[in-house]
């Protein structure tokens, strides 16, 4: 991952009321199912979280998953499997792989549940702290799940405002709470990911480097799919020569020959937002090496 010196700083003032209400209620619940975003499981984590959850038995969902590379989400699930975290696949708005979350929460609360059956507890209401960046789809994943459309959905960052309890079954209960960043991205990588998913405003960063930033990985991971949305059998080496390349192809030419790439670069980050270039995940498990 390349490093920036000067780290990018990202942390609204309700970030902190959120991330202390959170280590007020951990204690509440039974378990903790971290979100995150399967085309960049890593980008997508905050690092304070295990602080925050200690022991509490722990899930991660990698959800939109119907938009994330099935074959590098299955090597994600591995990893987290090697490191003895649950994980599973899901995609929110579809519903798929929703339905594994109750096993799951079952699984990794064998032994709790086990303690409570030697004390005649069978039937205790379980209850999960649902974690995550803003825009991963915690609140569409929790309507799902629940049947109602309770949660506040909205494809921008920031809209749950406090915590949220929400009922599933006579035996589960969800808490819902706020996205959580982290004061500021060490990694410049990491800041590009987040804004090119959305996870952040586009302002924190140049909208024509974010898609130039894209089109390298595109152009090193996923070329076919370039080729079939854009009709180009190769980019240029240079990423802004392959943005222009881009912006021709779709016809945003301007006065003097010269192409809009402003125009071309949202274009180009807003279909890979909506799934129109293809499935794609813009970071593999190396990113943990």
Known sequence: MSENKSSI????????????????????????CE????????????????????NKP???????????????????????KKSSILAIAADAKS????????????TVLGDKLKKYEEKGMVGKTLRVM???????????????????SKAKVENRPGVTKGNQWFTVSDK????????VLWPKFDSQTVGEHLAITGAVTDRILDTELLAMRLLEILKSDYMPLISARYGMDRLP?????????????????IRGGEVDTLRAA???????????????TLEGTDFYA
């Open 58 to 80: 722990h899930i991660v969902l990698l959800n939109k998953c119907d938009m994330a590379d099935m074959k590098k989400t299955l090597e994600w699930i591995s990893f987290y």
């Open 35 to 54: 979100i995150v975003d399967a085309r960049i499981p890593f980008s997508s984590r905050n690092p304070d979280i295990p602080e925050l959850i200690g």
């Open 9 to 32: 700083n990202w942390f609204p003032g309700h970030m902190t009321k959120a991330k202390r209400k959170i280590a007020e209620q951990i204690n509440m619940v039974d378990a903790v």
């Open 266 to 280: 949202n274009m180009l980050l807003e279909e890979f937002r909506n799934c129109k270039i293809g499935r794609i």
């Open 172 to 179: 589960l209960e969800l808490l819902d709470t706020p996205g």
């Open 130 to 148: 649902v974690l995550g960046i803003p825009n991963v789809g915690k609140s569409s994943f929790i309507n799902r799940l629940a049947g109602k």
């Open 237 to 253: 080496e240079d990423s802004y020569d392959a943005l222009c390349l881009v912006g021709k192809k779709r016809g945003m030419v």
């Open 95 to 106: 519903g798929k792989g929703v339905g594994e979350f109750k096993s799951a929460v079952m």
